[in-house]
């Protein structure tokens, strides 16, 4: 499944951005993180009908652009993701590890 965006509205300070093939598993951190930067001073998303439209995130920077907000924030999550993958990759393999020695 292909996730795109679409920019529905923006302005020098705020921007609405439609998000296809998103769900809330990516919106709500996304918004928290975004929530984070100096930068941002409002930011939220929703979905008008779950079943049939996009969500739509919304977000306004005091200064700067706001799609640049937006790309600032997907790189500190991947960041954070990445770090996070990897530390349960080596807590899943001290469990592989203890279940084997008990196996034994």
């Known amino acids: 499944m292909d996730s795109k965006f679409n920019i529905i509205s923006k302005d020098k300070d ?14 709500r951190p996304l ?6 930067d100096d930068k941002v001073v409002e930011s939220h998303y929703h979905i008008k009908h779950p079943d049939i439209d996009n969500p739509e995130i919304f977000v ?12 600032r924030t997907i790189k500190r999550m991947d960041k954070i993701y990445e770090s ?16 084997e020695k008990n196996e034994q």
């Open 31 to 36: 918004v928290e993180e975004l929530l984070k």
């Open 14 to 27: 705020s921007i609405t951005v439609e998000m296809i093939n998103y769900d809330n598993t990516l919106l």
């Open 84 to 99: 996070l993958y990897t530390e349960f990759q080596k807590d899943l393999e001290k469990f592989d590890n203890s279940i």
């Open 60 to 71: 306004k920077v005091s200064s700067g652009k706001p799609q640049a907000a937006i790309k």
